[in-house]
């Protein structure tokens, strides 16, 4: 196994006009073959992809008839490539769906865990209530799983297993997409139990191209994505949820025209519709500090925002100011690109 590479110090932390802390990290902005157009850090290194790749997971779902077969409204499709806030939009529209399927919470494998939503997580709490499995963030993509193996007539309790029919149409449809030879997608285990998969970041950003602009694939298999990435952008908020998201506010800010993904412990892809570009960026510590800070630089950076109304919607994750509890200023937050 290769060691993970040093890579460039992306977010300056300061206090006092010091460097308190650093944020290390990644990212390349590619072209539907993979082509480097810009970058900084170890793109080429494989990295777990996580929860970035919902959309490529989603797509048996949709492609093999699934969907249409199971009556998957716009708002299920969105969900099956959401990472929710676990808010009532996101578990009644999960609910919903299993029931139509005959199936129930008990199904889904994904564990349970507090909703990501703070007013949520509190009014669960305070009433006593307990997470359960359509919390996780993940819930929407394990009921498309299981309405894809209950639409290939295979037992729905293997629905996780790498190599049950469904779980291997979604390793062939990262291979496809990323360029990634099948053989060397070796599965780890996601924290929602799905199997999980290492990319460069120089190939995840391809795969995000190749989803947002779809014009070199097949005919059926362009449709089926542009119908996704329609959904998400139609539905924001069943993407990510309603309170500080980064996946929600760029798909409103942009009006859709670019679809970004994150993943856990720092991944994040964002591609721009009709235009075969995309940009993939891990930040080395996970944190998602940097992360919203980083993404809302680059897309700056790179020309991707359009006007004053799409930067001033974003202006929130650039970092800037940092303040204490009693409101003073204290330190700065600063990107650092070049």
């Known amino acids: 196994m290769s060691a993970y590479p040093e890579n460039p110090v992306l977010v300056h932390v300061e206090r006092a006009g010091i460097v308190e802390s650093i944020h290390r990290g990644a990212w390349?902005?590619?072209?539907?073959?993979?082509?480097?157009?810009?970058?900084?850090?170890?793109?080429?290194?494989?990295?777990?992809?996580?929860?970035?790749?919902?959309?490529?997971?989603?797509?048996?779902?949709?492609?093999?008839?699934?969907?249409?077969?199971?009556?998957?409204?716009?708002?299920?499709?969105?969900?099956?490539?959401?990472?929710?806030?676990?808010?009532?939009?996101?578990?009644?529209?999960?609910?919903?769906?299993?029931?139509?399927?005959?199936?129930?919470?008990?199904?889904?494998?994904?564990?349970?865990?507090?909703?990501?939503?703070?007013?949520?997580?509190?009014?669960?709490?305070?009433?006593?209530?307990?997470?359960?499995?359509?919390?996780?963030?993940?819930?929407?993509?394990?009921?498309?799983?299981?309405?894809?193996?209950?639409?290939?007539?295979?037992?729905?309790?293997?629905?996780?297993?790498?190599?049950?029919?469904?779980?291997?149409?979604?390793?062939?449809?990262?291979?496809?997409?990323?360029?990634?030879?099948?053989?060397?997608?070796?599965?780890?285990?996601?924290?929602?139990?799905?199997?999980?998969?290492?990319?460069?970041?120089?190939?995840l950003g391809r795969a995000f191209a190749r989803v947002t602009t779809p014009d070199g694939l097949a005919p059926e298999r362009a449709a089926c994505f542009r119908n996704m990435v329609d959904a998400a952008a139609n539905h924001p908020v069943l993407i990510a949820g309603s309170h500080r998201r980064i996946d929600t506010d760029i798909l409103r800010a942009t009006r859709g025209r670019l679809f970004p993904k994150i993943g856990a412990e720092g991944i994040h892809a964002v591609g721009v519709r009709g235009e075969g570009r995309a940009i993939a960026l891990k930040v080395d510590d996970g944190g998602l500090r940097a992360l919203g800070a980083i993404v809302s630089a680059l897309l700056e950076h790179l020309e991707l925002l359009r006007g004053d109304e799409e930067r001033e919607a974003l202006a929130p994750w650039r970092g800037g100011v940092l303040r204490n509890y009693a409101g003073r200023e204290v330190g700065r937050v600063s990107v650092v690109l070049s």
């Open 28 to 203: 390349c902005f590619v072209d539907v073959d993979g082509k480097e157009l810009a970058g900084s850090g170890h793109a080429e290194h494989p990295y777990f992809v996580r929860s970035s790749i919902k959309s490529i997971q989603a797509l048996p779902l949709v492609e093999t008839g699934a969907a249409e077969r199971f009556a998957f409204s716009e708002e299920e499709l969105a969900m099956a490539m959401a990472s929710h806030s676990g808010e009532a939009c996101h578990t009644e529209t999960v609910a919903k769906t299993l029931q139509r399927l005959g199936l129930s919470e008990a199904d889904l494998k994904c564990g349970a865990h507090p909703p990501n939503d703070p007013e949520v997580r509190y009014a669960l709490r305070l009433g006593g209530g307990k997470p359960n499995a359509l919390h996780n963030n993940c819930s929407g993509k394990h009921v498309g799983f299981l309405a894809l193996a209950k639409h290939l007539g295979v037992p729905v309790e293997n629905y996780l297993d790498p190599e049950s029919e469904g779980q291997v149409l979604v390793r062939r449809a990262i291979s496809d997409l990323s360029g990634v030879p099948e053989s060397e997608l070796i599965p780890g285990i996601d924290g929602c139990s799905a199997p999980t998969y290492r990319l460069p970041l120089v190939a």
